[in-house]
């Protein structure tokens, strides 16, 4: 999964230096230039750390699914929704190409949807393996490692929508509350 921040390239390029093929599912949020810029990001990774094999750039418009969202979700869950609507999107794109595993940019404690609890939830979204090779890193180490790989200029020109859609978050919500969420969307 990538966005384009410093948090998914990063994530990709550890994957990649494990000897990993990473392809890329892309969320568009922001319309045709936000997909060109993390096309771009992901051309940048694939060129100097990938180039070994061919590359899948799978792009979803979810600005319909941020629409539902909005209607349908409190104010203080959107964000924590809207993340587990896009891996269950991605497991099923990982499912359709043969992909064993979703990769995520997931720092604890990073923002306020990244807690264990929901990590521990947003996995009930996804059949697949989801890693998540930042989790235990600060934002600092993750910006250091974007400037050694080259990733940083293109993350910080990004523009982040995800972070915008909630402007309280509870991530204390429980498991069921979720799953009926879920069937609501």
Same mark, same amino acid.
């Given at each position: 999964?990538?966005?384009?921040?410093?948090?998914?390239?990063?994530?990709?390029?550890?994957?990649?230096? $494990?000897?990993?093929?990473? %392809?890329?599912?892309?969320? =568009?949020?922001?319309?045709?230039?936000?997909?060109?810029?993390?096309? /771009?990001?992901? %051309?940048? @990774?694939? =060129?100097?750390?990938?180039?070994?094999?061919?590359? $899948?750039?799978?792009?979803? =418009?979810?600005?319909?699914?941020?629409?539902?969202?909005?209607?349908?979700?409190?104010?203080?869950?959107?964000?924590?929704?809207?993340?587990?609507?896009?891996?269950?999107?991605? #497991? /099923?794109?990982?499912?359709?190409?043969?992909?064993?595993? @979703?990769?995520?940019?997931?720092?604890?404690?990073?923002?306020? #949807? /990244?807690?264990?609890?929901?990590?521990?939830? #947003?996995?009930?979204?996804?059949?697949?393996?989801?890693?998540?090779? @930042?989790?235990? %890193?600060?934002?600092?180490?993750?910006?250091?490692?974007?400037?050694?790989?080259?990733?940083?200029?293109?993350? $910080?020109?990004?523009?982040?929508?995800?972070?915008?859609? #909630?402007?309280?978050? =509870?991530? /204390?919500?429980?498991?069921?509350?979720?799953?009926?969420?879920?069937?609501?969307?």
């Amino acid at each position: 999964m990538i966005s384009g921040g410093f948090d998914s390239g990063v994530s990709s390029y550890m994957l990649m230096r $494990r000897g990993c093929r990473v %392809h890329y599912c892309f969320f =568009n949020l922001g319309g045709a230039a936000h997909e060109i810029g993390v096309r /771009q990001v992901a %051309h940048y @990774l694939w =060129n100097r750390f990938g180039s070994s094999h061919r590359v $899948r750039f799978v792009a979803i =418009n979810f600005e319909p699914v941020v629409g539902e969202i909005l209607e349908k979700v409190e104010d203080g869950q959107m964000g924590v929704v809207l993340k587990r609507m896009m891996v269950r999107a991605a #497991s /099923q794109v990982a499912e359709r190409y043969g992909v064993q595993a @979703l990769v995520t940019g997931e720092a604890l404690g990073q923002v306020s #949807s /990244q807690t264990l609890t929901t990590c521990v939830l #947003s996995t009930t979204f996804s059949d697949t393996l989801i890693l998540r090779p @930042l989790i235990s %890193h600060d934002k600092e180490h993750i910006i250091d490692l974007a400037r050694e790989i080259g990733t940083e200029d293109f993350a $910080r020109t990004m523009p982040e929508y995800c972070g915008v859609i #909630s402007k309280r978050p =509870n991530h /204390q919500s429980g498991e069921g509350e979720n799953r009926g969420r879920r069937s609501e969307l």
